[in-house]
């Protein structure tokens, strides 16, 4: 008996000597992988995570009328697959203007002078790995369409990360900036010298456009967010979102435009950049919709005005907006993807509403992420560190990289079922897990 005790201690001793042997070099491989991480990152410009996809991904900004009722969109589009960190010369900033951070301060009610400083040192250098002005992919078959609305004080680049990993799987996704009052910043152009009688004519507007690029009768006009007494007052916001859902849907029709060969389309911030390249590589017959926040309310009033949308992707949406009636005109398939602190009794009830008037017709489902917040959805979790991004509220108890794969997986595997779109095997394994 008592020589199998001993032996069983052995055996124990051994037993955890190996383990810690193992763990040991656990560890060290955790430490070599984080010391890699530094060397790579000490190497390389601050920037937002990488689309994992098949593809490399390029993004443009096209502005097609240099007043509010333009549209102003940044495009993220599939390119032939590169060292993405080679080209990090051409990548381009996060933050276009600085503009945008005094933008971010000034809807957080905080004073811009001071703030706004604070802001740049933190995202001033912060980059976009993505190809400026790249040369869309050649060749192959066309590529799927996705729009993003952007939430109450966001704009156009606040969520890079999510539409470059969209892109990356062999989509065009372009992100609006809204101009009805909810972007935290947004510019146009303002004429200050007339130089012509009839500005109503066509062939003044064109010579208009034609001379942005030659003189300097126009000058930039930066629009700030328009703070409300109530910022929760239905009737204010519900204006706001079919206004938004209007710009969403000229926005398909500009994408329209860029891939018919009959319509030249012109970019009022650049003359370099070739449209032209789009024409006849997008598929509008699988185009999406999909929106975080204000912007996924703007998802469904899209939805509802427009059956060319044929599915949509609701973020962490807010759901006041809305007029109840309005339920009944949408047809199409919704996915909606809650973050566990934002959500609200009410807010989820109207979400399973609009599920229940689906049942039958259109696939609804809705899922939670726990240990995100609301800004899980954006890319303000990864400009800053852990411990700033918890105190300010901007990343929760799930690891930002984790949180925004779980979006991508499970917003992806929605659009690859109804758009009828491949991807990944990891997407693919996860619809699996959820079935």
Same mark, same amino acid.
């Given at each position: 008996?008592?020589?199998?005790?001993?032996?069983?201690?052995?055996?124990?001793?051994?037993?955890?000597?190996?383990?810690?042997?193992?763990?040991?070099?656990?560890?060290?491989?955790?430490?070599?992988?984080?010391?890699?991480?530094?060397? !790579?990152?000490?190497?390389?410009?601050?920037?937002? #995570?990488?689309?994992?996809?098949?593809?490399?991904?390029?993004?443009?900004? %096209?502005?097609?009328?240099?007043?509010?009722?333009?549209?102003?969109?940044?495009?993220?589009? #599939?390119?032939?697959?590169?060292? &993405?960190?080679?080209?990090?010369?051409?990548?381009?900033?996060?933050? #276009?203007?600085?503009?945008?951070?005094?933008?971010?301060?000034?809807?957080?009610?905080?004073?811009?002078?001071?703030?706004?400083?604070?802001?740049?040192?933190?995202?001033?250098?912060?980059?976009?790995?993505?190809?400026?002005?790249?040369?869309?992919?050649?060749?192959?078959?066309?590529? #799927?369409?996705?729009?993003?609305?952007?939430?109450?004080?966001?704009?156009?680049?606040?969520?890079?990360?999510?539409?470059?990993?969209?892109?990356?799987?062999?989509? &065009?996704? =372009?992100?609006?900036?809204?101009?009805?009052?909810? =972007?935290?910043?947004?510019?146009?152009?303002?004429?200050?010298?007339?130089?012509?009688?009839?500005?109503?004519?066509?062939?003044?507007?064109?010579?208009?456009?034609?001379?942005?690029?030659?003189?300097?009768?126009?000058?930039?006009?930066?629009?700030?967010?328009?703070?409300?007494?109530?910022? %929760?007052?239905?009737?204010?916001?519900?204006?706001?979102?079919?206004?938004?859902?209007?710009?969403? &849907?000229?926005?398909?029709?500009?994408?329209?435009?860029?891939?018919?060969?009959?319509?030249?389309?012109?970019?009022?911030?650049?003359?370099?950049?070739?449209?032209?390249?789009?024409?006849?590589?997008?598929?509008?017959?699988?185009? =999406?919709?999909?929106?975080?926040?204000?912007?996924?309310?703007?998802? %469904? =009033?899209?939805?509802?005005?427009?059956?060319?949308?044929?599915?949509?992707?609701?973020?962490?949406?807010?759901?006041?907006?809305? /007029? !109840?009636?309005?339920?009944?005109?949408?047809?199409?398939?919704?996915?909606?993807?809650?973050?566990?602190?934002?959500?609200?009794?009410?807010?989820?009830?109207?979400?399973?509403?609009?599920? /229940? !008037?689906?049942?039958?017709?259109?696939?609804?489902?809705?899922?939670? &992420?726990?240990?995100?917040?609301?800004?899980?959805?954006?890319?303000?979790?990864?400009?800053?560190?852990?411990?700033?991004?918890?105190?300010?509220?901007?990343?929760?108890?799930?690891?930002?990289?984790?949180?925004?794969?779980?979006?991508?997986?499970?917003?992806?595997?929605?659009?690859?079922?109804?758009?009828?779109?491949?991807?990944?095997?990891?997407?693919?394994?996860?619809?699996?897990?959820?079935?």
């Amino acid at each position: 008996m008592d020589n199998l005790q001993a032996t069983v201690e052995v055996i124990r001793s051994r037993i955890g000597h190996r383990i810690e042997q193992v763990g040991s070099r656990i560890d060290s491989i955790e430490q070599r992988l984080r010391d890699l991480k530094r060397e !790579k990152l000490g190497r390389c410009r601050k920037h937002l #995570p990488e689309g994992t996809g098949r593809y490399s991904v390029g993004c443009v900004d %096209i502005m097609s009328d240099h007043t509010v009722n333009g549209t102003f969109t940044r495009v993220y589009y #599939p390119i032939e697959k590169r060292d &993405i960190y080679k080209c990090q010369m051409l990548w381009p900033l996060w933050l #276009p203007r600085k503009q945008y951070a005094k933008g971010y301060v000034y809807f957080r009610r905080r004073n811009v002078k001071m703030f706004s400083k604070i802001f740049n040192w933190l995202g001033g250098d912060v980059y976009v790995p993505a190809v400026w002005q790249a040369t869309l992919l050649r060749g192959g078959a066309n590529f #799927p369409v996705i729009i993003f609305s952007h939430g109450l004080g966001g704009n156009r680049t606040s969520n890079t990360t999510l539409c470059c990993e969209w892109a990356s799987h062999g989509n &065009i996704v =372009a992100a609006i900036e809204h101009r009805d009052g909810s =972007a935290s910043m947004t510019m146009t152009f303002r004429q200050y010298c007339n130089h012509d009688n009839d500005m109503s004519s066509s062939n003044n507007m064109q010579h208009q456009k034609e001379r942005l690029h030659r003189d300097h009768s126009f000058t930039e006009e930066w629009l700030y967010y328009e703070r409300q007494e109530n910022e %929760i007052d239905y009737e204010i916001r519900n204006k706001q979102v079919h206004m938004r859902a209007e710009e969403c &849907i000229r926005l398909l029709n500009l994408l329209e435009s860029m891939n018919s060969s009959e319509e030249d389309v012109h970019n009022v911030l650049s003359h370099r950049f070739d449209i032209s390249q789009f024409r006849g590589r997008l598929d509008l017959s699988r185009a =999406a919709i999909a929106g975080h926040s204000f912007g996924g309310s703007t998802t %469904i =009033a899209t939805l509802s005005k427009d059956k060319r949308f044929k599915v949509g992707v609701v973020l962490d949406g807010w759901m006041l907006p809305l /007029e !109840k009636p309005l339920y009944d005109e949408v047809t199409q398939p919704v996915l909606f993807v809650n973050m566990e602190t934002f959500q609200w009794k009410s807010n989820v009830k109207d979400m399973y509403t609009l599920i /229940e !008037k689906g049942l039958g017709q259109a696939d609804r489902k809705l899922l939670t &992420i726990r240990g995100t917040c609301h800004q899980s959805v954006t890319d303000f979790q990864f400009v800053v560190n852990a411990a700033l991004g918890i105190f300010m509220g901007l990343r929760n108890k799930l690891d930002p990289f984790v949180a925004m794969d779980t979006i991508n997986a499970a917003s992806l595997g929605f659009l690859s079922k109804h758009l009828d779109l491949k991807y990944d095997e990891y997407t693919e394994k996860f619809l699996e897990e959820k079935k």
